[in-house]
Nanobody, 124 residues
Framework: QVNLVESGGGLVQTGGSLRLSCSAS????????TGWFRQAPGKEREFVAS????????IFGDSVKGRFSISRDAVKNTVDLQMNNLKPDDTAIYYC?????????????????WGQGTQVSVSS
């Protein structure tokens, strides 16, 4: 089993920034790909970003390209999501996810392990 815990959510004004972190415990050696998804009320869960085990490959959802970045912190052993130029439409619960493969890395079905989520709210 892999356990994931998100942190860093909060309330920010339009144009502001937040940095989310995902910490993993358990059988972390089986993780090949780590991703971030978000879900707003009444909407389906949306792909945000993904990074491979070694950090050599990243991908972003169309709605966040140019504003968000994803990285691995070797010192803290976390996967971080840096969110810049935030907009009210970014308001959602953000989830960290981990998968044992990368063929379905932009889809919910491609991940076996999920955190409980952290709330991000952007005011206008």
């Amino acid at each position: 089993q892999v356990n994931l815990v998100e942190s860093g959510g909060g309330l920010v004004q339009t144009g502001g920034s937040l940095r989310l972190s995902c910490s993993a415990s358990g059988r972390t050696g089986i993780i090949v790909n780590t991703g971030w998804f978000r879900q707003a009320p009444g909407k389906e869960r949306e792909f945000v970003a993904s990074i491979t085990r070694g950090g050599g490959s990243t991908i972003f959802g169309d709605s966040v390209k140019g504003r968000f970045s994803i990285s691995r912190d070797a010192v803290k052993n976390t996967v971080d999501l840096q969110m810049n130029n935030l907009k009210p439409d970014d308001t959602a619960i953000y989830y960290c996810a981990a998968g044992e493969g990368f063929l379905q890395r932009i889809r919910v079905a491609g991940y076996e392990y999920w955190g409980q989520g952290t709330q991000v709210s952007v005011s206008s």
